[in-house]
């Protein structure tokens, strides 16, 4: 089955400890999605990649770090300068085909939380 | 920017009513619109979207939207809730960066829709 798979499903941060989660996809999407997710505060993008080994950042992108070394693969590293880093984080992907109307879609999540 | 106003951040209805959950943008040129739904600790999936023609989009599980440019709304219905229907709704609108060529969604603060028994 085709999907987004994100590990893990929780993941506890130390006090200036970099942690990083895993998003991987298999729909052969050239376009990857990372955003936060806080209560009340809908969903804010973080970093987006259009293509392998090219990346911009998003709204959000101070304390986080990403990479796109494989079409399948868009890991975030959560840094120490991520001062409050507890949150939902939910990976995206969409084909990418240079329109407006392309759907994103979203892995199960990964929840952070700080130690 | 563009931006998504989703009014009421939580909607309560009896199982078997009218489901109306509000939802405004603001942009200057023509929007793609898109309504999610979100389950407790899962990701989001797409209900419906709107990109040109038909105004009235018909999505999964009985739901549907109505785009009216005059008011800049996508207010999302459904006839008859369902238990199964509690759950968050994101409302969404595209976007390109300035001086990019990018595909970006911005997404409203969320609804959270209770049915009770």
């Known amino acids: 089955d085709g999907g987004i798979t994100q590990s893990p499903k929780y993941l506890f941060r130390k006090e200036g400890q970099n942690v990083t989660l895993s998003c991987e996809q298999n729909l052969n999407h050239d376009a990857m999605y990372w955003y936060r997710q806080d209560p009340g505060q809908g969903l804010r993008l973080i970093y987006y990649s259009q293509i392998v080994n090219d990346f911009q950042k998003g709204d959000i992108a101070e304390g986080y770090s990403v990479s796109r070394e494989k079409k399948e693969s868009f890991p975030l590293t959560v840094t120490s300068a991520q001062k409050n880093p507890t949150a939902f984080y939910l990976c995206?992907?969409?084909?990418?085909?240079?329109?407006?109307?392309?759907?994103?879609?979203f892995g199960p999540g990964t929840r952070l939380l700080v130690l | 920017a563009q931006s998504v106003t989703q009014l009421g951040s939580h909607v309560s209805v009896s199982e078997g009513a009218l489901v109306l959950l509000r939802c405004n943008y603001s942009s200057s040129v023509p929007p793609y619109l898109f309504w999610y739904v979100q389950y407790p600790n899962q990701g989001l999936q797409l209900l419906l979207k709107y990109t040109t023609g038909a105004t009235l989009v018909k999505g999964i599980n009985g739901f549907e939207a109505e785009f009216k440019k005059s008011e800049t709304s996508f207010h999302l219905t459904k006839p008859s809730a369902h238990m199964s229907d509690a759950a968050e709704y994101f409302c969404a609108v595209s976007e390109t960066p300035r001086g990019g060529s990018n595909y970006k969604l911005t997404f409203g603060k969320g609804t959270l829709l209770t049915v009770n028994p």
């Open positions: 995206a992907s969409s084909i990418q085909s240079g329109t407006f109307q392309e759907t994103q879609y």
